[in-house]
């Protein structure tokens, strides 16, 4: 299963200089800032997506859903939750 990751969108984007004109003509060196036009640019390599639940142990012909019930029912299995009391001021 895979989920947007929850991060600001300004980690993943920049702004910068694109060195060709409007018209997309590469530009000349002393022209470069000047008449540059600026574009955004993704500068990771990762995802915008992230596992939710890891799929290491996921068998070859096993569906996310029925991989993500087996993993639920594991959980359920071995971390058993209890309520806490609550504390008297």
Avoid: C, H
């Avoid at 929850?6 to 004109?21: A, C, E, V, W």
């Avoid at 799929?55 to 993500?68: E, M, Y």
């Amino acid at each position: 299963m895979e989920a947007i990751v929850r991060q600001p969108i300004t980690n993943f984007i920049m702004k910068t200089l694109s060195g060709r004109d409007v018209n997309g003509n590469p530009l000349r060196k002393e022209n470069w800032v000047k008449k540059s036009i600026i574009e955004l640019k993704r500068y990771t390599g990762s995802n915008f997506t992230s596992k939710l639940i890891p799929t290491s142990n996921q068998k070859p012909n096993q569906s996310d859903l029925d991989f993500v019930k087996s993993y639920i029912t594991y959980l359920n299995a071995n971390y058993k939750y209890s309520p806490s009391r609550p504390r008297r001021i």
